[in-house]
């Protein structure tokens, strides 16, 4: 740790911007903590909303069919934002272990595939009832919708599956547990490891490099 802070200082990092950069950071992680407890209050009672009136209340067609399907992709992703919230204010240190690390970052990515394979669909869906109104008012169904529907989810699932497989968990010598992408599967981390990743986090001035920190 002393021949990580000498070649620190060797670099010349100033300590008056280092603190005012600890600053900022913090305050971007307390705007972003409030920000996505906003997002989350909001998103479930909305979401669960209209999941609640598209699913069992609506007669079933083919937008209720789209917007049912939208609001489930975002109700996922914003049920799961309390364990973002929990993390950034823990100081990015993750306590619920290594299953919830992989369904975090997987739910969060499977919200992004399926919303934009929704909103493509629903794109082209409008384009063709325009451009081929006859054809889309003989074949257009809530049936083929909700096919169509059900494929966009299995192709969002497949690419969102491998952070099931490379997200982990590593506790540093801090006794800070990180949730990270360990793309080469593998726990053997040494001594130097940790000092590249910490001269890294410094220069480059990353706030989510917690783990050797």
């Known amino acids: 740790l002393q021949l990580v802070i000498v070649n620190v200082t ?6 008056g911007e280092e603190e005012e950069g ?4 913090l ?13 989350c209050l909001l998103g479930v009672s909305g979401n669960g909303l ?5 699913g069992f209340k ?16 975002d109700f996922i992703f914003t049920f799961f934002l309390p364990l973002s919230i929990t993390y950034t204010a823990l100081g ?13 970052s997987t739910m969060a990515f499977l919200n992004m595939f399926a919303s ?4 493509t669909v629903i794109s082209m869906d409008r384009c063709i009832s325009v451009a081929f109104p006859i054809w889309s008012h003989n074949h257009r169904s809530p049936e083929l919708a909700a096919r169509i529907a059900l494929g966009t989810w299995g192709l969002a699932v497949l690419l969102s599956s491998p952070y099931l497989v490379f997200r982990d968990t590593l506790v540093s010598s801090r006794n800070v547990t990180s ?17 590249r990743v910490f001269l890294w986090c410094i220069m480059s001035d990353s706030s989510h490099c917690q783990l050797v920190r």
């Open 10 to 15: 060797g670099l010349g990092v100033d300590l």
């Open 22 to 25: 600890s600053a900022t950071s």
């Open 27 to 39: 305050a971007m992680h307390i705007l972003s903590m409030v920000v996505y407890s906003i997002a």
């Open 50 to 54: 209209v999941i609640w009136i598209a």
């Open 58 to 73: 609506m007669k079933k067609t083919v937008n209720s069919i789209w917007f049912l399907n939208l609001a489930i992709a």
């Open 92 to 104: 990015f240190h993750w306590p619920f272990g290594k299953l919830l690390c992989k369904l975090n």
């Open 116 to 119: 934009v394979f929704l909103l």
């Open 179 to 195: 949730c990270y992408n360990n793309f080469a599967l593998s726990d053997d981390y040494t001594s130097e490891d940790e000092i």
